[in-house]
T-cell receptor, first 110, second 116 residues
């Protein structure tokens, strides 16, 4: 199982772009990268998933370099409501082996 | 989008009693369901994975006789905490994966268990 390393916490201000990087040096060929957001006392919410290069949806972008040993979640123009814990998961989505790492606690300030 | 519900959202029970938590996929058939436990300020820890109609696969260190998981149908899984103790107090979260979206896990809102 690929282990992930993320910054424990990050601070930002409203309107800024936030980039959270996740390291996964032991990522395997079949592994996908998935990011979740979690608010206190709630279940995680899916943000984005990718395998390589760049993926973009209505809320975020995911950048994955060619070696796939890291990935960066980019949140454009954050607001106070984006204050949450963000988790990077790496695993084989076909074999149910996705595990949560420690997560990054993002605090957005006014 | 796919919705997963949990019941109850909060439960308080006395030490030594058992409590059952339900996890339902409301608008899709869940071929696989997952149960997680989360302590304050910590990440989610996978407890077990269950496929419909078969026994759950427990993670190392999780007592299967204490945490009984039943995935009896494609829309319902239950977690029973037997002989609960205060150290079992935690936030329990289920998630589900369906045939139509096999690459995504949809999470329930969680159940806060307090054992007194």
């Amino acid at each position: 199982l690929a282990k992930t390393t993320q910054p424990i916490s990050m601070d930002s201000y409203e309107g800024q772009e936030v980039n959270i990087t996740c390291s996964h040096n032991n990522i395997a060929t079949n592994d996908y990268i998935t990011w979740y957001q979690q608010f206190p006392s709630q279940g995680p919410r899916f943000i984005i998933q990718g395998y390589k290069t760049k993926v973009t949806n209505e809320v975020a972008s995911l950048f994955i370099p060619a070696d796939r040993k890291s990935s960066t979640l980019s949140l454009p123009r954050v607001s106070l409501s984006d204050t949450a814990v963000y988790y990077c998961l790496v695993g084989d989505i076909y074999n149910n082996d996705m595990r949560f790492g420690a997560g990054t606690r993002l605090t957005v300030k006014p | 989008g796919a919705v997963v519900s949990q019941h109850p959202s909060r439960v308080i029970c006395k030490s030594g009693t058992s409590v059952k938590i339900e996890c339902r996929s409301l608008d899709f058939q869940a071929t696989t369901m997952f149960w997680y436990r989360q302590f304050p300020k910590q990440s989610l820890m996978l407890m077990a994975t269950s496929n419909e109609g078969s026994k759950a696969t427990y993670e190392q260190g999780v007592e299967k006789d204490k945490f009984l998981i039943n995935h009896a149908s494609l829309t319902l899984s239950t977690l029973t905490v037997t002989s609960a103790h205060p150290e079992d107090s935690s936030f329990y979260i289920c998630s589900a994966r369906g045939r139509d979206h096999p690459y995504e896990q949809y999470f329930g809102p969680g159940t806060r268990l307090t054992v007194t």
